[in-house]
Nanobody, 120 residues
Framework: QVQLVESGGGSAQAGGSLRLSCAAS??????MGWFRQAPGKEREFVGS????????NYADSVKGRFTISRDRAKNTVYLQMTSLKSEDTAAYYC???????????????WGQGTQVTVSS
């Protein structure tokens, strides 16, 4: 059974930091991504990482503030969030794909999400 389990969400003040983790079990992926969804809004891309080479890609809204990394031995991907803003408040989801640079619809496995709340 394939599972993606996020952890590390919580509350932070604006300007603070949080690190999210996503542990995958049951298979490995060629790419893993982070997405977020705020109330009343569509789910949006945050960033992604290619599993073998570790290449990363970020949304403009988080570039320079968020960093994605992975631990291949632990089959875990991380999202380090710094300089947090109130607009970063959302439920954060990790997802896995067998494609190397997947589009949104090509992420076939999703975690349950973890809430991040940033207060100003």
């Amino acid at each position: 059974q394939v599972q993606l389990v996020e952890s590390g969400g919580g509350s932070a003040q604006a300007g603070g930091s949080l690190r999210l983790s996503c542990a995958a079990s049951g298979r490995t992926f060629n790419a893993m991504g982070w997405f977020r969804q705020a109330p009343g809004k569509e789910r949006e891309f945050v960033g992604s990482i290619s599993w073998s080479a570790g290449w990363t890609n970020y949304a403009d809204s988080v570039k320079g503030r968020f960093t994605i990394s992975r631990d291949r031995a632990k089959n875990t991907v991380y999202l380090q969030m710094t300089s947090l803003k109130s607009e970063d408040t959302a439920a954060y989801y990790c997802a896995g794909s067998s494609n190397y640079w997947p589009q949104f619809s090509e992420y076939t496995y999703w975690g349950q999400g973890t809430q991040v709340t940033v207060s100003s």
